[in-house]
């Protein structure tokens, strides 16, 4: 097979995709971060002494995704319609285990920009858990699955195996985590920083046929409905966003969007 980023002389080149056609392309990629037991622990209560370790991570594995052409030599600048990156602390393994997920329609795939969202995240969990912890070991950083392209579609022979469902959070029996993801039209509704710890889960799955209606005011009736706890979105201090896009209330939802609520951010 020819190596499209080598011209006949074997020198590196940006392989040029202008007469490509654009199509919906996506990558999954994972990696994990081994510790110490201790450490993960204090990782998981939020007692470690640089603070939300989890939510700082996410936000520098996005902002990689983001940046990969400036890291990587030969990659193109995208403009991504959505990276997400999702969590699962494993005490079996002394673990975390990282997963970054990036779209858009375009004329080139985004493996690199996944691959380098999962390095980028593992690292910066390190850096936050470094002060209790320098023996962790970043291992098993692979592409799972592609799709879209004119070499079609990708998925690792193992993932099944390999892909536990994510579980996060205090929630119920009944609920839908990550990895059991609904066939139905939903979406996936996360909770961050102080949020997560008075609602006491990360994440839950809401269907389109609980909603009233397919906005951000409709989901939040939804999930009130669901649990009084959930009056708390209502407070109009807290934030909201959409595929890592603010949001406001009459901002519309689709099938398979990743909906956050957040308080409000300060600096310092």
Same mark, same amino acid.
């Given at each position: ?8 002389? =074997? ?49 520098? =594995? ?11 030599? %030969? ?14 602390? *494993? ?12 779209? %858009? ?12 969202? /999962? ?12 002060? /209790? ?7 098993? /950083? ?35 985590? %990550? ?15 102080? %949020? ?24 939040? /009736? ?12 209502? *407070? ?31 600096? =310092?």
């Amino acid at each position: 097979m020819q190596l499209t980023h080598l011209n006949s002389r =074997g020198e590196a080149r940006m392989v040029d995709v202008a007469d490509k056609q654009e199509t919906r392309r996506e990558a999954v990629a994972s990696g994990r971060i081994v510790m110490q037991p201790a450490t993960l622990k204090q990782l998981s209560e939020g007692a470690l002494p640089k603070g939300d370790v989890l939510a700082t991570a996410r936000i520098a =594995g996005i902002q990689a995704a983001k940046r990969t052409h400036e890291l990587i030599p %030969l990659c193109h600048s995208l403009a991504l319609s959505k990276v997400a990156i999702e969590f699962d602390v *494993d005490p079996d393994e002394s673990c975390v285990h990282v997963t970054a997920n990036c779209r %858009l329609n375009g004329r080139t795939g985004v493996e690199m920009e996944a691959l380098t969202a /999962v390095s980028v995240a593992c690292l910066t969990l390190y850096d936050m858990c470094k002060a /209790v912890d320098k023996t962790m070991r970043i291992d098993a /950083v692979q592409l799972d699955s592609k799709s879209g392209g004119q070499r079609g579609n990708y998925q690792r022979e193992e993932a099944p195996e390999t892909a536990t469902p994510i579980v996060t959070g205090q929630g119920t029996a009944g609920e839908v985590s %990550l990895g059991g993801r609904c066939h139905s039209p939903c979406v996936l509704v996360k909770f961050l920083a102080e %949020l997560r710890e008075q609602l006491g889960e990360n994440e839950r799955v809401v269907t389109f046929d609980q909603l009233e209606s397919r906005d951000i005011a409709g989901l939040k /009736v939804a999930l009130a409905t669901q649990d009084e706890r959930f009056q708390l979105l209502q *407070d109009q201090r807290t934030l909201c966003a959409i595929n890592q896009v603010m949001a406001n209330d009459d901002a519309r939802i689709t099938d398979d969007d990743e909906v956050a609520f957040f308080p409000p951010v300060t600096g =310092g």
